[in-house]
């Protein structure tokens, strides 16, 4: 299972995972160490500190913040639809996207999968991404979310 906490508002990475692992282990029903700490590797990847912990994927656009929290590898991404020149990013990146929409679903999901597996972004953008959910059920912007086939549980706090 992988849980996913959308916030409409700018939230801290430590505050948001803490929150989504409290919420994770409530729901697994696995116990978890209050005083686990939110850290980060050196390539800058976030994971908690401990035994056997939950992977961990956050992200921030616009107003938005994302947590994803699960047993096995996740990542996630939001992305802010902001007019960008894509076809020259999509150029420089070796992506295929036919406009706007198809360029941040393919960005977004990119990044997840990046995040998740800690490869470089430019070898997901030039990928086959089609594991990937994406969903756009926040107006002007686009989620993505990376996990190894497993159910999806999502908590939306709307504004």
Known sequence: MILVICSPEKAASSK???YA?????????IGICDDAEYLHRADGSPYFSGENMPYVSVSHSGAYSVAAVSLKQVGIDVQEHKSVDFKSIS????????DEKDFFEKFAAAEAKTKALRIPLTESLRSDNSE???FGFIPGYTLALYGEG??????????
């Open 132 to 134: 990937v959910r994406v």
């Open 21 to 29: 692992l409290k919420e994770f282990s409530h729901i697994v029903g």
């Open 150 to 159: 497993t159910p999806v549980l999502m908590i939306y706090a709307a504004r």
């Open 16 to 18: 948001l995972a803490g």
């Open 91 to 98: 150029e420089r990146f070796g992506m295929k996207a036919d």
